[in-house]
């Protein structure tokens, strides 16, 4: 078997002797996100074991949260990368630094090489590039400041991007997954308004003790009250204090015009469901005609509550995922081998649905049931080959590669330069 890789980036640049093992649960973790957003991708058609409503429930379930996830788990590794429990400063930090940008610029570059290819898919790789670079100068921060940092975030981002973008707008649409750098921070598909939360958190986590038992019930903890917080806080002001109504008849007059009878109940019903059925086909931040869209918790819309619940239930997987394979490696090697090479396998599932496509029939759809557990049982199979014989990831290896390259170029500039 292959030997035991440390984890990306938690060596600090100061050496092999600063480097210490991969968690396991989190390479867990960081496979459920890249299967979550398979599923998202691939669409509900593309099931076979489950019914057409149970594949509803697990689409709609992980829309959002997966991505969410996985922009958390950067925030993870980029803690990892700088120290984790005791941040880096110095020639260390500054080490630590070339690499993580090094990584950002081949990570955005792939982005957007796979923007080309065409696929039906917003692809989240020259954000995440974008993410790295904002977060560099936070990694010096402890786990109490960069949680403030993301709680700041959540609860002040998303009334600042509605007031931004309710100035600015209308804004041209989308052409492709990233096009421009109003869309990377307030209207892309993952605004960094948003998602700097996610990274935020997951720098925080980062900077805690996970073989602690006591950590990782707070984390548990404070992952369910986060939850809650969301669901029932979202509920009680559509519902019961009657935010969906209002959003329902700000609708209105796009419909039926500016004299629409917005007092008719069988008119105010059908918008209200027509408002509801908007909220789950947000893609990235709520519309800006009225205000009371920021109350929703609907997944890919930038609100607090939809923040708070995508941390608090990824938190809960964390906390699942390092416990099981802790206990249970052989049963969660599979995910963890995922989990080890994510850039890897992320990009081998575009390049599959872009073959997928060209084999499809013209003008048939390419999706057919058992698509999604092939890709799952295809990604599943060669990482856990590709790490039994060899290793680190292919694409993984490479990235890390030019990033040892750049330190040691680096340095050694740095180093003519002081004999100088």
Do not use: K
Not at 8 to 34: E, F, H, K, N, W
Not at 153 to 168: I, Q
Not at 214 to 243: D, E
Not at 362 to 386: I, Q, S
């Amino acid at each position: 078997m292959a030997h035991q890789q440390p984890d990306d980036g938690t060596a600090a640049a100061a050496g092999p002797a600063a480097r210490r093992p991969r968690i396991d649960g989190v390479d867990a973790a960081r496979a459920l996100a890249v299967i979550g957003m398979f599923t998202v991708h691939l669409g509900v058609d593309s099931f076979g074991l489950l019914p057409q409503e149970g594949a509803e429930h697990l689409h709609t379930l992980l829309r959002g949260n997966s991505s969410a996830l996985f922009a958390l788990l950067a925030g993870l590794s980029l803690a990892f990368m700088t120290g984790r429990t005791a941040p880096l400063s110095g020639d260390p930090w500054r080490r630590a630094a070339v690499r993580i940008l090094t990584r950002a610029l081949i990570i955005g570059l792939l982005g957007v090489f796979l923007d080309f290819l065409g696929t039906p898919v917003a692809i989240i790789l020259t954000y995440y590039a974008g993410y790295f670079v904002l977060a560099l100068p936070l990694s010096r921060l402890g786990p109490a400041a960069l949680w403030s940092v993301s709680g700041a975030l959540a609860l002040l981002g998303p009334g600042l991007s509605y007031a931004l973008r309710e100035a600015l707008g209308p804004f041209p649409p989308r052409v492709s997954s990233l096009g421009s750098l109003t869309e990377f921070l307030l209207t892309g598909y993952y605004p960094a308004v948003t998602f700097m939360a996610f990274v935020c958190a997951g720098m925080a986590v980062g900077r805690l003790d996970l073989a602690s038992t006591a950590v990782r019930l707070r984390l548990l903890a404070a992952g369910a009250a986060l939850t809650v917080f969301s669901y029932a806080g979202s509920w009680l002001l559509l519902y019961p204090l009657g935010g969906i109504d209002r959003i329902a008849a700000a609708d209105a007059p796009g419909f039926y015009g500016p004299s629409a009878p917005t007092g008719d109940p069988a008119l105010l019903e059908a918008l209200r469901a027509g408002a509801e059925q908007d909220m789950d086909s947000v893609s990235g931040q709520v519309p800006t005609d009225s205000w009371w869209w920021l109350a929703t918790a609907a997944p890919h819309t930038g609100t607090t509550f939809e923040i708070a619940q995508a941390v608090g239930q990824a938190l809960v997987v964390i906390v699942a995922c390092v416990w099981l394979a802790e206990r249970f490696r052989l049963l969660m090697y599979p995910l963890s081998s995922v989990g080890r090479m994510p850039l890897t396998v992320y990009s081998g599932h575009l390049f599959a649905i872009v073959v997928v496509m060209a084999l499809a029939d013209p003008g048939m759809p390419w999706r057919a049931p058992w698509l999604m557990e092939g890709f799952v049982l295809g990604a599943v199979v060669f990482a856990v080959l590709w790490r039994v014989t060899v290793g680190r990831g292919p694409m993984e290896f490479v990235v890390g590669a030019i990033a040892d390259g750049a330190d040691t170029s680096v340095e050694e500039a740095l180093r003519e330069r002081g004999t100088r």
